[in-house]
Each structure stands twice: as C-alpha cells, then as structure tokens.
C-alpha cells in the first residue's frame, strides 16, 4: 500500500492512497457532502457554512469547506485564511492539490473553488483523471464536507447543488428570499431529479417564526413539486453574528455563548445524527467529486 502524509497546518493526514486494501472493517465511513444553498444571495450562506464547519470541528470532527461561490468567494476570510491559490490553478498545472487547500486555526481544510469551478465542467479526461487522483488521497480521512455554492438558478449553482448528497436551502424571513427558494426548488426538482431538501432558516426571531417559513414552503413543494423538505433547524437574527462578521471571524469561535452560536452547535448536532443514521443513497466526498467532474445530474 503506497502512503503519504500531507501536512496542513496543524492537522495531519494519512491518506490511504490503495483503499482497496484497508480491510472493510477499518475503512473508515465515507465522508457525506452537505452542499449549503439559496434562492437569494445574502441570506447566510457563507456564514453558516464557515459556522458550521467550526461548530463540527469542535466536536473534533474533521472537516473540508468547498468555497464554489463564483460571484462572492469570501469563505476564506471568515475561516482567517489567506489561500495563495485555486482550483483554477491546478488547471493550469501551476499548483498541486495539497498546496491548493488550506487549513485555518481550527483545522478546517478550505478547498478555494473560485473560477476552477466553472472549468471543472469541461476538463480533460487527463486533468479529471489527475484532480481525482489527488482528491482521493486528501478527502478519505475526513468526516464531512460542506460546500458553499453561491444563491440563484444558474448552471454553476445547481450543478454543484445536485452533485451533493444532501442540500441544505437557506431561508430568511424576507418574501424573496422564499419566493427565490422555491424557484430554486422547482429547478433542482424538475430539471436534476432532486426530491429531498433540507430547509434551515436563518435570521427568524425564534423557533415559531423558522416553523412558519418551513410550513410554507413545505406545502407549497410537496402540492406542486411533489418535493419532501426537512426541517433541519434555525439560527436567530443575532448581533452578535453581525459583530462577528464585521471582525472577519466565526460567531462560533469568537463567541460561543452567543445565541446563533449555539444554534450552529445545534444545526452541526442534527447534521452528525444525519450522517451517521442515514443510508449515503447518493455517495459520499468521493462519489461527490466524480460526479461533478462527470458533469452527471440528479438521480437519488
Ligand atoms: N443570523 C444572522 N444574524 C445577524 N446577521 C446575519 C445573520 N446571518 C447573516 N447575517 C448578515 O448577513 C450578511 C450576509 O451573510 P453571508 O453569509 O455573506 O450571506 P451569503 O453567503 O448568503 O451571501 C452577513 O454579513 C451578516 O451581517
Ligand atoms: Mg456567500
């Protein structure tokens, strides 16, 4: 078996390159993809997904964020890191995929998509061959992956979106942030075959008000889409969030007592029950990244 150790800050991995020969016992469960969505831009997603990833990686789970925003990549400046490269440039044969990939303090690997994630749709076999190889190695040690895709109905959005195993949308109270989540709904549902949704409200004055948006939706979905949502929780309008985020840091690991905070502690919680109950229908990381590079769609 050929092993080799990359190192990314202070986090280690061996990855098991030949993962045929790790007796079935000890293979490790493969790592679930939550691809983290919305109708509309500004509602929370990068916020929740670098939240979430710190929340996870409290509980010493071992986590890698996929930043595939093309509009508004700024997951690196929450998760304080400063990536030298992207995807973009292992393209073009100027960087391997291990300096491509950056840890923060907390050990949260952070895979800066940027502009790569356009190209990654029309690669070479040669380069698809290549980038698989290397993800392989990096991804298997990890537990979870959570993928910030950017808002809205376009190509580059709902193609990551699909390609996930389980998509979380991200609703606020604002009617277009509703209005645009069904729209996007609608567009997974009947154009990628997905059915299944996760809906988190972000921004609600309390579990009453999250409650209500879910109900809405939910209905609407399941009478015209005949699309089942699940209600995977809620995280309040918080100051303290706001705060935060003016500082370039996580509501979570600056301060954990805060109200949102807890409630991604909460979210990361119901997200590991998920991953550990439920049957990996749709793959895992790996499966995930084949996928995409396969430009496949839907099927679940
Ligand atoms: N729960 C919340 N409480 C208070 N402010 C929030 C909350 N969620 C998001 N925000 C505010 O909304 C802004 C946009 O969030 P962001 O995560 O960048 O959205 P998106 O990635 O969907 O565009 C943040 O800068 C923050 O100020
Ligand atoms: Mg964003």
């Known amino acids: 078996m050929i092993e080799t150790t990359a ?30 969505t ?25 986590v890698m964020v996929i930043d595939a925003d093309l509009g508004l990549a700024n997951l690196d400046l929450l998760l304080g890191v400063r990536p030298s490269y992207t995807l973009a440039d292992f393209f073009a044969g100027a960087a391997p995929l291990d300096e491509i990939i950056v840890a923060n303090r907390q050990g949260i690997l952070l895979l800066p998509g940027a502009s790569g994630v356009q190209e990654m749709t029309s690669l070479s076999s040669d380069q698809k061959a290549a980038l698989l190889t290397e993800l392989d190695a990096i991804t298997h040690p990890l537990d979870i992956a959570l993928v910030d895709t950017g808002s809205g109905i ?12 389980e998509i979380v949308v991200v609703v606020t109270p604002e009617p277009a942030s509703m209005t645009d989540a069904y729209a996007l709904i609608k567009v997974l549902a009947s154009a990628h075959g997905q059915k299944r949704f996760w809906i988190l409200a972000n921004n609600v004055s309390g579990e009453a008000e999250a409650r209500r948006l879910f109900d809405a939706l939910s209905r609407t979905a399941l009478c015209f889409l005949n699309a089942a949502l699940d209600y995977l929780g809620w ?8 705060r935060a985020v003016a500082r370039s840091r996580m509501v979570v690991e600056d301060a954990g007592d805060a109200p949102s905070a807890q409630a991604f502690v909460a979210v990361a919680q119901r997200m590991m029950q998920t991953a550990a109950g439920g049957v990996a229908v749709k793959g895992n990381l790996q499966f995930f990244l084949r996928r995409m590079l396969a430009g496949e769609r839907g099927g679940r």
């Open 154 to 165: 376009s190509d580059a959005v709902t193609y990551f979106t699909a390609a996930a195993q």
């Open 235 to 242: 995280i309040p309008r918080d100051p303290r969030l706001a």
């Open 38 to 62: 919305s109708g509309k831009g500004g509602v929370g997603k990068t916020n929740v997904t670098a939240n979430l990833a710190a929340a996870l990686a409290l509980k010493n789970r071992r």
């Open 7 to 36: 190192t990314f800050g202070n986090l280690e991995l061996t990855p098991q390159l030949n993962s045929e020969s790790i007796p079935a016992a000890k293979r490790r469960r493969p790592a679930p993809v939550f691809a983290i």
